[in-house]
Each structure stands twice: as structure tokens, then as C-alpha cells.
């Protein structure tokens, strides 16, 4: 409700601010809590807007009362610890007057069944709360906030379970390795969209490593080997690896280290059997090809049309290849691509698999 729509509602006698409750008992309630709420609370609130949401509570009451809920509208004032506080002071008053009236008692459930509507009415609404935090001006902050918050303990869950399949705490069993193995892979995914979630709501093309610095090609390479190695491992896929002839280069390694690592993450995840490939070869002048290749199911027409658009719906297996189901892997993969002066392409075939592709200019290095 509107300031302009409380302001043309009728002022209560302020007399008897409670002489439109129909039931004696609730009337009488409000106002012995009314009374006591004034004396104790009167100069540290603002005694209107405490009124108002008394008389409030108690219509929602007696509104469950009759028709068993209470209304959804009413002072939105009410749905705050105040308006809580209030009505739980006028259940206890009601209940207390009902124990010295016995003619009365026999209501005891209606009353107790109205103050419970009343009271979630009364409750915030979250959903409502929760959408315009997520549109509202730090929305961006908010979401990256959940995002570190659900990454930390993931990244302790991808440590133990790889310690534990590399039988560092003990012997393991077959069994107790592949479940270790589905372990991982299922951290390393929620660990992946959390950081894709970071890397969006940063814009998707913030280069960690602004300025070109040296490094190696093929150590970049075996770095995604490594982390997802008990992903291959549990399904059975080989992981091949091709580096470049001149290893050393000039650029931005961790960005291109994390579109390495998801998009070698999702092929694995869309091949069954057969190999991963993640290779490097020259190009014109300072060029590298960098390709990851799979033998999985391939990539459908309808699947390739949304490919790079994030938070698309997921495209099932029966009827194509879906990045992951909320489309932000590939996403910031292009986009990082381009951060680094490269487009990222794709080519892809039933029967065949898939192969992502981009070509950057990488100066050699002399020396790391």
C-alpha cells in the first residue's frame, strides 16, 4: 500500500483504535498490548506508524479468523520484525484472556489456526526480496559474492578427492577409486560454472594477465592434463597432447589456460569412448593453431545455432551437444579468445566428434 493510500484511510479514534474488530476478545487484546507497547515503547518508536501496524495485525487476524487466510495486502509496514513482534503480543493477550473465560475456550483452535495465517502473511516475501537484489544496482557484486562462496569448498573437494583416488591416505579399491572419480567430476563442473558465473558478471573478457608475459605451451598443456586426468580416467578416454615445436611464447597464459581447461572439461563430458585432443601447431609468422579435438557425438544444427549464447536452454544428448547447461562455458571461452586477438571457430560431424580452433599471434620467448 501507497503513503497516498494510507493517507486516505479513515484515522482510527485514537480514543478506541480498535473499535472496528468485530470479536470482544481480539478488540480487547489489541488494546492491552496497545497500552503496554506505548508505556514501554512510546518515545523510541514513531507511535503512528506503531499504531497502524497493531491495528493492521490485528484486522489480518480477524480476517483468517472468518474466512481461514489472511489477506495477501494490507500495510506493507506489517511485513517487518515490528508487525512479527505485535502479533505474537496480541496472541499471547488473546490467549491469556481466553484461559480466564471458559465460555470462550471452545474457539482456542480457530483462534490459533487465524494466528498462524496471520503470521504468514506477515513473513518477507524472499522471492520478491531475492529478484530485486539480482536486478538491482549490485546485482553484479552479489552474484560474484555466491559464486566465491560456493568455489572455496569445491576446491577442498577436488584436492581430497584426488588425494584420496592417488591412494595418498591409504589403499583404495576399484570401486572406491571410480566413485572418487565421479567425485572429482562433478566438483570440477560446479567449480567451472561458479568461475564462469565470476568471469560473466565481470564481462567475460577481463584478461587476469593484461600484460603479455613468457611461458610454456606445453607445461600449460600438461597443467589440463593433470586436472582433469580422473575425469579420463574414470571414463576410460585417452588424453592426447601435441605441443607446438617452439615452446616458448609470449602472451597471456592464464587465459588461455582456462579456455583450454573447459573446453577440454566438456569434451570429455560429450565423448564416451575414444580420446581427447588437445594440440598446438604453427602458423603464418608467430601464429599457433590451438585446436581441442574429441571423438564424442558431435554437435547438431539446431545446438550449433545458439552455440556462444549464455544461459541458453540445454540441448539434450538425443538431439545434439550442449556446451553445459547454462551455455556460460563457451561463452567466456569466445570471449577470452577474442581478449587475446584470436576467434574462436568450430567444426563438427556425426560419427566424427568435435574440434574447437583459434589461431593467436604468440611472439617466441627466448627464455621463461
Not at 484472556?97 to 489456526?113: F, K, S
Not at 562455458?329 to 574447437?356: H, K, P, Q, Y
Amino acid at each position: 500500500m501507497s503513503k497516498a493510500a494510507r493517507a486516505a484511510q479513515p484515522v482510527p479514534d485514537t480514543s478506541n483504535p480498535f473499535a472496528d474488530l468485530a470479536p470482544p476478545i481480539l478488540r480487547g487484546a489489541a488494546a492491552a498490548v496497545w497500552g503496554t507497547f506505548r508505556n514501554d515503547y512510546g518515545d523510541a518508536t514513531d507511535r503512528d506508524e506503531a499504531l497502524a501496524v497493531l491495528r493492521d495485525v490485528a484486522a489480518r487476524t480477524q480476517r483468517a479468523l472468518v474466512d481461514g487466510a489472511a489477506p495477501a495486502d494490507g500495510d506493507p509496514r506489517s511485513r517487518s520484525a515490528l508487525g512479527r513482534y505485535l502479533l505474537d503480543k496480541v496472541s499471547d493477550a488473546l490467549f491469556a484472556d481466553l484461559g480466564r473465560a471458559p465460555a470462550q475456550q471452545p474457539r482456542a483452535l480457530a483462534w490459533a489456526l487465524a494466528f498462524g495465517a496471520a503470521r504468514r502473511s506477515l513473513e518477507p516475501n524472499w522471492a520478491e526480496y531475492f529478484t530485486s537484489r539480482l536486478s538491482g544496482p549490485g546485482c553484479h557484486d552479489l552474484v560474484v559474492e555466491v559464486a566465491h562462496d560456493l568455489r572455496s569448498p569445491l576446491t577442498s573437494v577436488l584436492f581430497l578427492a584426488e588425494t584420496l583416488q592417488r591412494e595418498q591416505s591409504g589403499p583404495v579399491s576399484d570401486i572406491q577409486r571410480r566413485q572418487l572419480g565421479l567425485i572429482y567430476a562433478a566438483a570440477l563442473g560446479l567449480s567451472t560454472v561458479t568461475s564462469d558465473i565470476i568471469e560473466l558478471a565481470r564481462g567475460g573478457d577481463r584478461l587476469v594477465d593484461i600484460e603479455p608475459a613468457p611461458y610454456s605451451v606445453s607445461e600449460i598443456f600438461e597443467s589440463v592434463r593433470d586436472i582433469v586426468h580422473p575425469i579420463a580416467e574414470e571414463k576410460g578416454l585417452e588424453i592426447r597432447l601435441t605441443p607446438p615445436d617452439s615452446d616458448h611464447r609470449l602472451g597471456q597464459p592464464l587465459a588461455l589456460s582456462r579456455v583450454l581447461l573447459n573446453l577440454t572439461t566438456n569434451a570429455l563430458k560429450f565423448t564416451d569412448q575414444g580420446y581427447v585432443e588437445i594440440a598446438a601447431t604453427a602458423a603464418a609468422r608467430d601464429g599457433i593453431d590451438f585446436s581441442v579435438r574429441d571423438t564424442g557425438h558431435g554437435i547438431s544444427q539446431e545446438a550449433l545455432e545458439t552455440l556462444y549464447q549464455p544461459f541458453r536452454r540445454a540441448v539434450s544428448r538425443e538431439s545434439g551437444y550442449c556446451f553445459s547447461g547454462t551455455g556460460l562455458g563457451l561463452a567466456i571461452c569466445r570471449r577470452l579468445v577474442e581478449a587475446m586477438g584470436g576467434t574462436l571457430e568450430v567444426d563438427s560431424g556425426a560419427n566424427w566428434g568435435t574440434r574447437f580452433q583459434f589461431t593467436l599471434n604468440l611472439p617466441r620467448a627466448s627464455a621463461l
